[in-house]
Structure formats: C-alpha cells, structure tokens
C-alpha cells in the first residue's frame, strides 16, 4: 500500500509563505495526479489543486489563484505546495493525495496531513 508522506506544516504570520513537502515513494509521476487538500476547522475537505503531465495545473479553489502554486521534483518523487501571501482563512490540516487523475472529489491514495496555522 502507498503511504504519502506530508511535512512542512507550521504557524506563520498573515501574509507569509511556507512549503508543503510530500513524499511519494514508489510512484511513477508521469502515471499518476497528485493534489493538495485542505480541512479547516469545522468545515468540509476541500480540494486545493492539482497536477497532473496530462493536464498541468486545475486549481479547485478559487481563493488560492495567484497565491498557491505546486511544483515536484521527480527525482526526489516529491510534491511540493508553495503557498504565499497566507490568510487566516487558510489555516487548516493539508493532505497531499494521488490520483490516476485530477478530482476535487477524492483520491486513491492519501498522506497524513499537516497542520498550517496562519495567524492575524
């Protein structure tokens, strides 16, 4: 079974940055989608966004246009999320996720999650 592997989550200050690290061990990238979701606190999970070689980028929320960008290194077999400007409104835990494809909807398999915390 493939086990994702999120890190990089922290507290930072309203209009900072972090990035989002998430591991893929044994996945093949050009095969597979990988996204970013989020749960805030008392609301449902949310899709961020998505990559896929197939179809690029597919932001599934709207906020975060211009702001989040996600990246990998496959290499490393590595999704990152970059996240800029940061709000309090997206203070929750991220979820990395993989896919045969993008869907904000859900996925086969499924890291941990992060806790991001942004502060006024």
């Known amino acids: 079974e493939v086990q994702l592997q999120a890190s990089g989550g922290g507290l930072v200050q309203a209009g900072g940055s972090l990035r989002l690290s998430c591991e893929a061990p044994g996945l093949i990238f050009d095969d597979h989608a990988f996204s970013w979701f989020r749960q805030a606190p008392g609301k449902e999970r949310e899709g961020v966004l998505c990559?896929?070689?197939?179809?690029?980028?597919?932001y599934y929320t709207d906020s975060v246009k211009g702001r989040f960008t996600i990246s990998s290194n496959n290499a490393k077999n590595t999704v990152y999320l970059e996240m800029n400007s940061l709000k309090p409104e997206d203070t929750a835990v991220y979820y990395c996720?993989?896919?045969?494809?993008?869907?904000?909807?859900?996925?086969?398999?499924w890291g941990q999650g992060t806790l991001v915390t942004v502060s006024s």
């Open positions: 990559v896929s070689s197939r179809d690029g980028i597919t």
């Open positions: 996720a993989a896919n045969d494809k993008c869907s904000a909807y859900g996925a086969n398999f």
